[in-house]
């Protein structure tokens, strides 16, 4: 008689990845992108200056030229930053994926970038709102950057880290209208007092609050999320030493 073991039969795989409508934020993130942009895009499109929401400054006659290119091509940015944020679609289509990074990059986020540079020097918002938007223009310019070099290294944890700091700066535009609405109403009844009636008093104040707020908050919680967040948790289960399962009891049969 002979000793056999038989192995167990072995269940259905399971996809360790959540399907794709297991991720309720892509679906509202294209929504708020795509109301944003239908709001926002067909002042500048117009090529009528007068249509412009921010006021052209005595000193800069480009502005609007400037600022429309800004907002078009960052219109690209927001776009194709929707679909690489995706998941499912990163996982699904790498291909897609690395050709729209590449469009993300080089058509969206550098060209308005250095135009948004252009346009911060010259707000006519004040100095405080001017170094909000230089700055955001520079970080927004080096994550991006930086994110592409880490890809073309294949490091890409590290290209995902500095392309969701990129991702956080692209929709911070969206904050910043948010909270310039919120501002306007709460410092609305103070005009004649605090602002002594002084509309453009006014209007530097609430455009320097939003211009802080609307990208240094959007930034600080994509760190919180990449330190203690999903990220943070993948990281610590990666580099986690394993341990060896239990050998499973052996099914025994007894032949003749």
């Not at 909000?132 to 080096?142: I, K, T, Y």
């Not at 930086?146 to 392309?163: E, K, T």
Request: charged share 15%.
């Amino acid at each position: 008689m002979t000793l056999s073991t038989a192995p167990s039969p072995a269940g259905p795989a399971r996809s360790a990845r959540p399907r794709w409508w297991r991720r309720p934020w892509v679906a509202p993130l294209m929504v708020v992108a795509a109301a944003f942009l239908a709001f926002s895009l067909p002042p500048y499109l117009s090529l009528d200056p007068s249509q412009s929401r921010v006021p052209a400054p005595d000193f800069f006659p480009p502005h609007f030229v400037v600022l429309s290119l800004h907002v078009v091509f960052g219109s690209v940015a927001m776009v194709t930053c929707c679909l690489q944020i995706w998941p499912w679609f990163r996982g699904r289509h790498p291909r897609a994926h690395r050709i729209i990074g590449r469009a993300y990059v080089f058509g969206g986020c550098l060209p308005s970038g250095l135009l948004g540079l252009v346009a911060g020097l010259a707000t006519p918002w004040g100095p405080v709102t001017m170094v909000s938007n230089v700055l955001l223009a520079l970080l927004w310019l080096g994550c991006t950057l930086a994110g592409w070099r880490m890809a073309r290294q294949r490091r890409f944890v590290d290209h995902r880290r500095w392309m969701v700091r990129s991702f956080a700066l692209t929709m911070s535009i969206i904050t910043n209208r948010l909270y310039g609405v919120l501002f306007t109403i709460l410092l609305l009844p103070q005009f004649e007092t605090t602002f002594h009636g002084d509309e453009a008093l006014m209007g530097s104040t609430v455009a320097a609050l939003s211009a802080w707020l609307g990208w240094v908050l959007p930034l600080l919680v994509a760190e919180w999320w990449l330190e203690r967040g999903d990220a943070a948790k993948r990281r610590r289960r990666a580099t986690r030493s394993p341990v060896p399962a239990a050998a499973r009891p052996a099914d025994t049969a007894l032949r003749p």
